[in-house]
């Protein structure tokens, strides 16, 4: 009877830390996909049914990024945001592009392709590889960073909060006039929660809210790689 009772006893204590440790996350070498899309471009439609191919496969996390360049040429991207045409524009210069174009994939922060094409999102995430950077954890409010080796001049602490799955969008104007576009892993928010040097940080992670996913990047500052990235 006391060997029962303390079975029942271990059992209960490891529903406990795990109940506890729901909703947290710790980093894993994993391959970052960007789509830089608009629902006003009539070439992004081919990438946005790449990316949502790909957005569950193991050790991928993938993100839409909907920019607002496009939004002149008569509809107004519902998820569009400057802030996300702005990191675009700042990947541009090291991948070798005078500006942003639609559709492009960002793998990694290093590499890049339309993504238009039947399997080039697949083919750039064989070629980017998976992150190799810091121990990177969060969960319970905060976001925890290990001591390694940053690049010259620190890296960046970015929290992303995306739409988990994929959203129908129906586009009544535009290039895509009477389309219902597919979007995987939307993005809403982006905003940059503070740097790392290499020693160990710990930052306050504020709660999300409307249901919304969250992922943690590492990244090298001005469009450099991503160094290390955790999703829940």
Known sequence: MTGLKTRIGKALLAGAVLAASAGAATAQPLTVVELFTSQGCSSCPPANANLIKVKDQPGVLALSFN???WDYLGWKDTFGRKEFTDRQVTYEPPLGHDGPF??????????????????EIQSLIAKGGRTQGPDLSFGNGKVSIGAGKAPGGGADIWLVRYTKGVV????ARG????????????????TKLGSWNGQATTLPLPAASGGLSTAVLVQAPRGGPILAAAVN
């Open 175 to 190: 290039e895509n006039t009477g389309r219902t576009l597919p979007h995987a892993n939307v993005v809403h928010t982006l």
């Open 67 to 69: 920019v607002t360049y």
């Open 102 to 119: 639609t559709p492009q994939v960002v793998v990694n922060g290093s590499h890049d392709a339309v993504g238009a094409a039947p399997g």
């Open 168 to 171: 129908e969008v129906p586009v």
